[in-house]
């Protein structure tokens, strides 16, 4: 029981280690990055020595914005962009309203009333409907708008650190499997996400909120790292599998973005500063270094959190495919498996 203990102490702090560190490598990696850049386009710049080399370059001179088109972005560009998309133009503009504007805009209303009891009357009614509007005009389609973006800035932060660190991405998978291992991980992780916020309504004081973080730890580890291991070509199982058997590492990694994230209380603010910090956790999970267990290394039993949530999306997913089977034959019926195996 105390060797168990010293090895999940033992794991959550190298997690936190990690984490902490990984995002001092930033300026490094961009670096490094920037080398690798600079080495491609010299040697695209060099003399050409084969035929086909020599049409290539020909068709370079002739239309040369499809270069820069080809290099991809830089990691601290990327990195300064995502801080001042969410935190510069998001977060800043709701501080601005409910710091500023609303206040401002209470305090006219309060002098050009003048009577108390009308002020608040009238107060009442315009100070919702304004934050309404604010929210509903403005937060809401920018949230959504900077999910989107944020999804192909995280992308390349993560793809341009691979290729730093690992070379080119590796995919064994044909695009069909690879569509489908993107849609069951979603999947999963939104299901795995209601699970940690039903665990926070436990009536239990305080231990619900323990669960929570632990969730969010533990799924926050699973989107930093996610990235490398699908460039890896890693299952989504095994993905699963590998922060299920060594948690205490992957809670502590993703401790310090889960304490962060869980000290706003508005929704809009916690998602900002998501969306700041994560690049950084990107590039500390490219560089990290996990303990693993091994046959040889002592054991921890691991936290089956995940079971529940792919069970669950394994149903879904098999209702899904067994629409277009259905329609096929013409019979809302289920089909068998001795029907599935004679086809």
Same mark, same amino acid.
């Given at each position: 029981?105390?060797?168990?203990?010293?090895?999940?102490?033992?794991?959550?702090?190298?997690?936190?280690?990690?984490?902490?560190?990984?995002?001092?490598?930033?300026?490094?990696?961009?670096?490094?990055?920037?080398?690798?850049?600079?080495?491609?386009?010299?040697?695209?710049?060099?003399?050409?020595?084969?035929?086909?080399?020599?049409?290539?370059?020909?068709?370079?001179?002739?239309?040369?914005?499809?270069?820069?088109?080809?290099?991809?972005?830089?990691?601290?560009?990327?990195?300064?962009?995502?801080?001042?998309?969410?935190?510069?133009?998001?977060? #800043?503009? #709701?501080?601005?309203?409910?710091?500023?504007?609303?206040?401002?805009?209470?305090?006219?209303?309060?002098?050009?009333?003048?009577?108390?009891?009308?002020?608040?009357?009238?107060?009442?009614?315009?100070?919702?409907?304004?934050?309404?509007?604010?929210?509903?005009?403005?937060?809401?389609?920018?949230?959504?708008?900077?999910?989107?973006?944020?999804?192909?800035?995280?992308?390349?932060?993560?793809?341009?650190?691979?290729?730093?660190?690992?070379?080119?991405?590796?995919?064994?998978?044909?695009?069909?499997?690879?569509?489908?291992?993107?849609?069951?991980?979603?999947?999963?992780?939104?299901?795995?996400?209601?699970?940690?916020?039903?665990?926070?309504?436990?009536?239990?004081?305080?231990?619900?909120?323990?669960?929570?973080?632990?969730? !969010?730890?533990?799924?926050?580890?699973?989107?930093?790292?996610?990235?490398?291991?699908?460039?890896?070509?890693?299952?989504?199982?095994?993905?699963?599998?590998?922060?299920?058997?060594?948690?205490?590492?992957?809670?502590?990694?993703?401790?310090?973005?889960?304490?962060?994230?869980?000290?706003?209380? =508005?929704?809009?603010?916690?998602?900002?500063?998501?969306?700041?910090?994560?690049?950084?956790?990107?590039?500390?999970?490219?560089?990290?270094?996990?303990?693993?267990?091994?046959?040889?290394?002592?054991?921890?039993?691991?936290?089956?959190?995940?079971?529940?949530?792919?069970?669950?999306?394994?149903?879904?997913?098999?209702?899904?495919?067994?629409?277009?089977?259905?329609?096929?034959?013409?019979?809302?019926?289920?089909?068998? !498996?001795?029907?599935? =195996?004679?086809?």
């Amino acid at each position: 029981m105390v060797d168990m203990l010293r090895v999940i102490v033992k794991g959550m702090v190298h997690g936190v280690q990690d984490s902490v560190v990984g995002m001092l490598r930033v300026y490094s990696i961009s670096k490094e990055a920037d080398a690798l850049e600079e080495q491609k386009l010299k040697t695209q710049q060099s003399p050409p020595r084969t035929v086909l080399a020599r049409r290539r370059a020909e068709r370079l001179k002739t239309n040369p914005s499809s270069v820069k088109k080809q290099s991809p972005p830089k990691l601290f560009q990327r990195i300064v962009m995502c801080c001042f998309w969410n935190g510069g133009v998001f977060w #800043l503009s #709701l501080l601005v309203f409910y710091g500023a504007v609303l206040p401002g805009l209470e305090f006219i209303t309060q002098k050009i009333i003048g009577n108390s009891s009308t002020y608040g009357n009238v107060w009442s009614y315009v100070g919702p409907v304004l934050s309404w509007a604010f929210s509903a005009f403005w937060v809401l389609p920018l949230f959504l708008l900077s999910k989107i973006v944020n999804g192909f800035w995280f992308q390349d932060i993560a793809d341009c650190a691979f290729r730093t660190s690992r070379g080119r991405p590796r995919f064994r998978q044909g695009f069909s499997a690879l569509v489908a291992d993107i849609l069951f991980s979603l999947t999963m992780q939104g299901l795995f996400l209601i699970q940690g916020m039903l665990a926070k309504l436990l009536p239990i004081h305080g231990i619900g909120d323990v669960i929570y973080i632990l969730h !969010m730890c533990l799924l926050y580890s699973l989107y930093a790292f996610e990235y490398t291991w699908f460039n890896m070509s890693l299952p989504v199982h095994k993905r699963v599998s590998r922060i299920e058997h060594n948690w205490p590492y992957f809670m502590g990694f993703g401790l310090p973005l889960a304490l962060l994230t869980s000290l706003p209380s =508005s929704f809009f603010v916690s998602g900002c500063v998501f969306s700041i910090l994560f690049p950084l956790f990107i590039i500390s999970a490219d560089a990290a270094k996990p303990d693993f267990q091994t046959a040889e290394s002592p054991k921890v039993f691991p936290l089956k959190l995940f079971s529940g949530v792919i069970y669950i999306a394994n149903k879904l997913f098999e209702k899904i495919n067994r629409i277009p089977e259905n329609q096929a034959a013409g019979t809302p019926k289920k089909v068998s !498996m001795q029907e599935q =195996s004679q086809h």
